[in-house]
């Protein structure tokens, strides 16, 4: 059985976009799907988003997925970084990488403000699915390239 973690971005919640469909899926597969809600979505700090997320620390292995979408792939990369915990796959769904030259870029920042150590993360983030669409009005497509 594969433990399945989505993580929504800015502004997000559990029961957004895609998410509701995709638990349910899983779930129908057989997998443990856990979407959790972060704090202050619209003022996100990673410091409070890794704190709530540690509840959770227990059910991350090698049979772990990580999908994050738009902050919430920045949210699975620091994961990644910080704690050291190996995982089967990880999929960034229109992720943040940086700075994104948009509005958002703010309310961002504790995620992107530092540099990604990508041999630390290639190391633990097993094998990793990059899906970015070329009309994202918020995340250009320059910008997962």
Do not use: C, M
């Given at each position: 059985m594969v433990n399945v973690f989505i993580f929504h971005g800015v502004g997000g919640s559990s029961s957004e976009n895609w998410f509701p469909w995709m638990k349910a899926e899983l779930q129908a597969a057989g997998h443990t799907v856990i979407v959790p809600d972060f704090p202050h979505p619209n003022r996100p700090q990673l410091d409070e988003w890794l704190k709530?997320?540690?509840?959770?620390?227990?059910?991350?292995?090698e049979d772990s997925v990580l999908v994050g979408h738009s902050l919430g792939g920045?949210?699975?990369?620091?994961?990644?970084?910080?704690?050291?915990?190996?995982?089967?796959?990880?999929?960034l769904v229109a992720s943040v990488w940086g700075v994104m030259d948009n509005e958002f870029d703010p309310l961002m920042?504790?995620?992107?403000?530092?540099?990604?150590?990508?041999?630390?993360?290639n190391q633990y983030a097993g094998e990793?699915?990059?899906l970015h669409s070329?009309?994202?009005?918020?995340i250009k497509l320059a910008k997962a390239e």
């Open positions: 709530s997320f540690e509840q959770y620390k227990h059910l991350l292995s920045a949210f699975a990369l620091r994961l990644l970084q910080s704690w050291n915990v190996r995982v089967l796959a990880t999929f920042r504790t995620f992107t403000e530092t540099s990604y150590d990508w041999q630390r993360i990793i699915h990059i070329d009309n994202d009005p918020y």
